[in-house]
């Protein structure tokens, strides 16, 4: 109850906070092709529920048509407009109406389409247990995922292999964790790593190392080295 009251609170004020900014970046999306600046994608929610996730859009409208779920940065499908939305990370703002409607949260594991969801191990399916979320440790850890996957010949096969594995540990890890204390943090250092990420990285580590969790987690989100393949959890092979 105390979540969703916070919720509430949290994303109504929000959506009236950056109204300015939103609108401003619905009009130039619309503006560039003078079609629907939203972008509207069923993803899995709480209890495998299937709802419809709000975002303004960063992409040509035909872009689902190529099959592609995971999204570089120098993905051909991003429309100009949509380099800077996604780098501030401004077309996620939408999802503040997810919140206030009640199909999200403002912090948990993020949302994956059904063919993603469909592959999760039985220790992954912990991830659909609870509400999803705006943020968690992985949106700071992995806010550079379409950097990450850039270049990379089959994005989606990169996203498993690479971000996945490390994606879903973390919303593990904020599972078993979380507190409205937690949230507040996780809010605060999300939008610190849009302006500093090293400083939000640190938070990470910090948090995670007060937690015990395993090394090889805290390694990868310092992010100080190249990501590797790896099995996801409650697996031992790599996905191929």
Known sequence: MIKRIFDIIFSLGGLLFFSPILILFLISVWRYDKKSPLYISPR????????????????????????ISSTSDNDTRIIPIGQ??????????????NVLIGNMSLVGPRPNV????????????????VKPGITDFSSIVFSDEGKILENKENPDLSYNQLIR???????????????????LELMIFTLV??????????????????????????????????????APPGSDKIVV
């Open 114 to 129: 059904k063919s993603e969801v469909d592959l999760y191990t039985e220790i992954e399916k912990e991830l659909i247990t």
């Open 193 to 230: 790593a849009i302006i500093s990420k090293p400083t939000a990285l640190k938070w990470v580590v910090k948090k995670l190392n007060k937690f015990k969790v395993n090394q090889k987690v805290i390694n990868v989100a310092k992010r100080e080295k190249e990501l590797s393949p790896h």
């Open 84 to 97: 800077k939305t996604r780098k501030y990370k401004i077309d996620e703002l939408t999802q503040l109406f």
């Open 165 to 183: 594995p490390w994606k879903s540990r973390l919303g593990l890890i904020y599972i078993k964790h979380q507190s409205t204390l937690l949230d």
């Open 44 to 67: 899995i929610g709480k209890n495998n529920e299937i709802f419809n996730l709000i975002k303004i859009r960063t992409m040509t409208v035909d872009a689902d048509k190529k099959g």
